[in-house]
């Protein structure tokens, strides 16, 4: 079954470093997203692709994070330079363009990238 | 503005009872889809089911089903005969037509206890 990958599974590393994380959607989605799942919350969308571009970016800090999708396909996301309270989940999720528009599209999350900031 | 409440934080029951798990959402648009997802504690979302606001109707997946009253809000999924596997946190999210973003309720843990 096709699944998104992403990797590292698990960084530990000190604030003010910098760290990045890796997502491989599954093959032909289109739509790739990065979301982050703080302990004891849902996760909240920190940005969305199309492709290559951007579609939506809001919640992305930018001061620190950075994300790209250069081929429109696979995708990095960076802190830089981490802080105590960006310790969480980093779930990388992807769908394909079905059902996009109404919303009815469903998202296939990766195993997560889990950080803890010392 | 849209919202997802979850209210219940943890849930334990022993295996083979039913349980419950309730959502209640907030939106102000007339076209919006529900969703329900499993994380276990490998951490992955699983898609568990999609419900489209137009559609009452309840589902029936297994030992799984849904309950959707748009009259209130709610969006409640009950696990039949509970098992040790359905131990995972499970979340509840909300997408209105044309959004970008899936919603995500807080999740409820759920524990079933052999």
């Known amino acids: 079954e096709a699944e998104v990958a992403q990797s590292p599974r698990y960084k530990i590393t000190e604030k003010s470093q910098a760290v990045a994380f890796w997502c491989d959607p599954i093959s032909g989605h289109a739509t790739l997203y990065w979301y982050r799942q703080i302990l004891g919350q849902g996760p909240e969308l920190l940005v969305q692709?199309?492709?290559?571009?951007?579609?939506?970016d809001s919640q992305l800090p930018k001061d620190r994070f950075s994300a790209e999708r250069l081929k429109g396909v696979d995708s990095t996301l960076k802190i830089q330079p981490a802080e105590l309270g960006d310790s969480a989940m980093y779930l990388c999720?992807?769908?394909?363009?079905?059902?996009?528009?109404?919303?009815?599209?469903?998202?296939?999350f990766g195993a997560g990238s889990r950080l803890t900031v010392l | 503005a849209q919202k997802v409440t979850q209210a219940q934080t943890e849930i334990s029951v022993v295996e083979k009872e039913d349980v419950t798990l309730d959502c209640v959402y907030e939106?102000?648009?007339?076209?919006?889809?529900l969703f329900w997802y499993k994380q276990p504690p490998s951490g992955e979302l699983v898609f568990l089911i999609r419900r489209n606001s137009f559609d009452e109707q309840n589902e029936i997946s297994g030992r799984y089903s849904w309950n959707f009253q748009k009259s209130t809000s709610s969006f409640n999924f009950t696990i039949t005969a509970s098992q040790v596997v359905d131990s995972a946190v499970y979340f509840c999210?909300?997408?209105?037509?044309?959004?970008?973003?899936?919603?995500f309720g807080t999740g409820t843990r759920l524990t079933v206890i052999p």
């Open positions: 692709f199309q492709d290559e571009s951007v579609v939506d």
């Open positions: 939106t102000r648009d007339t076209t919006y889809y």
């Open positions: 999720a992807s769908s394909s363009r079905t059902g996009e528009i109404s919303g009815a599209n469903v998202l296939t």
């Open positions: 999210a909300l997408r209105q037509t044309g959004a970008n973003n899936l919603f």
